[in-house]
């Protein structure tokens, strides 16, 4: 967000915690909605409360909330909704977030989707947005589109390897510098600075693992990419590849094995979380046995 929207949600912000007028707060959380999302950033709580309920207006975060969704549907055919939890994919990670006396139960981020019918989200209805130019704009939304799509087709998680053969197989290095882009400074892989635009925009996540004593880098889905694109993205598109088939059903199936990989992560996780606590049990156990050999020799 640049400085003078800064400045103008502040000197409004501070209007509102003079008068705690509910309707001002509203269109002030309307108008940060539609500002976020125009630049791909996510709605975040902090800045709901500093931009728009203010230091006295805490309490009417819910009704400040409702009632904005309420105008985001019925003017802009959109609502807030709230980004899935980064998650832990690392044993690191893992670690840590055990090791934490908190657990946190949301994301406290949110991004505006459409709420349309399906048979009005058409391209003639729901163009892409025409900055930089519509034509770019409709480049790197395919783009990471395609690129949200491989991750999930090959269970989740795309080693950085796979990802830099599958985009060189369909030349996105061509497609990565006529794209929006060349904003960012020229020079340097135009395809490296494409991915880091959409790390930055929260479509996919790059990470790296150090667990093994060799550093693995692998690419994931990010919060956006599974909110904007998800299953339903990934199904549409690959139907738009392939257009007519000989055995639909067959497609079908093949499609459904592999986002059903995609839980392969989420098991991964689980079944560690499981060793551990097998491995604590064990500990405890060994213990005890330990200290009751210890009795039973006291006692001779």
């Known amino acids: 967000m640049s400085d003078a929207e800064e400045e103008d949600y502040a000197g409004e912000a501070s209007t509102t915690q003079g008068d705690g007028n509910l309707e001002v707060m509203v269109k002030n959380m309307v108008r940060l909605a539609l500002a976020c999302e125009y630049s791909r950033t996510p709605i975040r709580r902090g800045?709901?409360?500093?931009?728009?309920?203010g230091a006295t207006g805490g309490r009417q975060f819910k009704a400040v909330f409702a009632e904005a969704q309420i105008q985001l549907r019925g003017t802009f055919g959109m609502e807030m909704?709230?980004?899935p939890m980064k998650e832990k994919v690392t044993l690191a990670q893992r670690r840590?977030?055990?090791k934490s006396q908190t657990t946190q139960k949301s994301s406290a981020t949110w991004i505006l989707t459409s709420v349309l019918p399906e048979r009005f989200r058409q391209p003639e209805i729901l163009p892409p947005s025409q900055t930089p130019t519509l034509e770019l704009e409709s480049q790197y939304t395919g783009l990471y589109?395609?690129?949200?799509?491989?991750?999930?087709?090959?269970?989740g998680m795309l080693p950085d390897g796979k990802m830099e053969r599958y985009l060189k197989r369909v030349n996105v290095e061509e497609a990565a510098a006529q794209?929006?882009?060349n904003i960012l400074n020229s020079g340097g892989d135009k395809t490296e600075k494409l991915l880091k635009r959409m790390e930055k925009d929260g479509y996919v996540i790059k990470v790296r693992d150090n667990s093994t004593g060799e550093e693995v880098v692998e690419w994931t889905v990010g919060p956006r990419?599974?909110?904007e694109v998800g299953d339903s993205g990934v199904r549409g598109m690959v139907n738009q590849v392939y257009g007519e088939v000989e055995d639909p059903a067959e497609l079908a199936r093949a499609l459904e094995r592999s986002?059903?990989?995609?839980?392969?992560?989420?098991?991964?996780?689980?079944?560690?979380?499981?060793?551990q606590k097998k491995g604590r049990r064990r500990r405890t156990q060994m213990r005890g046995e330990g200290d009751s050999s210890g009795g039973s020799s006291d006692s001779d």
């Open 81 to 83: 909704t709230e980004l």
């Open 96 to 98: 840590a977030a055990q």
């Open 179 to 181: 794209n929006s882009v």
């Open 259 to 275: 986002l059903g990989a995609n839980e392969a992560p989420k098991r991964r996780e689980e079944q560690a979380a499981q060793s």
């Open 225 to 227: 990419g599974k909110t």
């Open 47 to 53: 800045d709901i409360t500093n931009k728009v309920l």
């Open 145 to 155: 589109t395609f690129v949200v799509s491989l991750i999930y087709l090959n269970g």
